[in-house]
């Protein structure tokens, strides 16, 4: 199989066991959602699939010289996303922790259709869904990890935060030390903690965006009340929700949805908040290898540890948010 990634590039897979998984219904599936949920569909930022992110997590662990089995584990490692992805975390109030998905991992890939075709090829499934195996795949943030890596670059060049070269500068200047990602130089490691930092404010904790998640949790928690939509529909796709959604005739239900646009204000209101809410922050504190040692940016840098610290101090906490549909004419 030929793949172009925009990203990694052109890359041949023929390992047999990875053509196979690729084409399973439950990675298939993730053609149909969106890495950024709701503003994704709504043409705000780009409709990066969790499938395009998937491979590019596998091709990224590749690249570095993963083991088979941590390149299957990357490929399947966002496989039980629900529709629009992380608006399900403000679905069941995980609006900081994000972590739905995972917790839900093991029961939706227990009833798919990998466990009997990963044992075809002597492959514990639940093996693969242990990512404190997989050094190169999950890290703990504020580190570097294949995950938190592609997702990244392929948001900054959509953001228009970095620029092809930026991103292959990027890849030319990742190492592996000790089973861990590292950065060769420091300079290159600022680029990637400062980038971080402004993709995570343009986008993964934009006022709107994160205003947009809230809303569309509160029309899907609606659809789920009447019944509009079920529990096994967010297992679905994105496009299928969003159709159901917009079925059904109740008038609450409908205001919400038509609020989730680009158009709609999201403004910080004190005195007057449709709604208070927060979200995860993210940034990252990359390491350096330096004379044959792993030392963390801000030890090297302790200037990028206060600008980390005060932008993660100024994001904390419920924001006071009141949403105000688009102006007439807009």
Known sequence: MHYHDRIYGHVEIDEPVLLDVLHTRAVQRLHGVLQHGISGLVGITRATTRFEHSVGVMLLVRRLGASLQEQLAALLHDVSHTAFSHVIDYVYGGHDSQCYHETMKEKYVEHSDLPALLARYGYDWRELLDEDQFSLLEQPAPALCADRLDYFLRDSLDLGLARQEDIQRVLEGLVVCKGYIAVADEATARWIADTYIAA???????????????????????????????????????????????????????????????????????????????????????????????????????????????????????????????????
């Not at 809303?215 to 019944?227: K, S, T």
């Not at 529909?233 to 969003?242: I, K, P």
């Not at 004379?291 to 993660?312: N, V």
């Open 200 to 330: 995570d404010h343009a986008s993964w904790s934009s006022f709107r965006e994160v205003g947009l998640y809230e809303l569309c949790a509160q029309a899907i928690r609606r659809g789920l009340e009447l019944g509009a939509i079920s529990q096994s529909d967010l297992w679905s796709t994105d496009a299928q929700v969003w159709h159901k959604l917009h079925l059904c005739p109740d008038a609450h239900l409908q205001e919400l949805l038509a609020l989730i646009s680009p158009k709609t204000r999201f403004i910080w209101d004190d005195d007057h908040p449709t709604f208070h809410v927060s979200t995860k922050l993210r940034t990252v504190d990359p390491h350096v290898l330096r004379d044959g040692q792993l030392l963390p940016l801000s030890q090297i840098d302790p200037t990028y540890g206060a600008r980390r610290a005060a932008y993660l101090r100024s994001k904390q906490g419920k924001w006071p948010m009141r949403v105000l549909p688009a102006l007439e004419g807009a």
